[in-house]
């Protein structure tokens, strides 16, 4: 069965980190772009983060650039985003997807995601 599952979601305090993985059964990760969305509650799902197929360049969506960074482990077959200095306002449901190389320069693009990952929760509250 082709599937993504994504882990490391949890509750943290406004300046904590978490690290997101986001696993692949069934096949490879790195014939695909990957990436990172979330989903708050009343609002419609956004491009985080992604990192595209060739060269495996990495786009942020402005309200997390210097404090989110992604990551591919082709040996593990698996991407991460870790998160530092989190707020409130990140509080969302994370989903992991993939991208067919095609789309690989529009890869935060949900419109574009050929598979989503079940997601994981990320709550930032003290």
């Known amino acids: 069965q082709l599937q993504l599952v994504e882990s490391g979601g949890g509750l943290v305090q406004p300046g904590g980190s978490l690290r997101l993985a986001c696993a692949a059964s069934?096949?490879?990760?790195?014939?695909?772009?990957i990436g990172w969305f979330r989903q708050a509650p009343g609002k419609e799902r956004e491009g985080v983060s992604c990192?595209?197929?060739?060269?495996?360049?990495?786009y942020y969506a402005d309200s997390v650039k210097g404090r989110f960074t992604i990551s591919r482990d082709n040996a593990k077959n698996t991407v991460y985003l870790q998160m530092n200095s989190l707020k409130p306002e990140d509080t969302a449901v994370y989903y992991c997807?993939?991208?067919?190389?095609?789309?690989?320069?529009?890869?935060?693009?949900?419109?574009?995601?050929?598979?989503w990952g079940q997601g994981t929760q990320v709550t930032i509250s003290s």
């Open positions: 990192i595209s197929r060739i060269a495996s360049r990495t």
């Open positions: 997807a993939t991208v067919p190389p095609l789309f690989d320069y529009v890869c935060m693009e949900p419109s574009v995601v050929d598979r």
């Open positions: 069934g096949f490879t990760l790195d014939r695909y772009a």
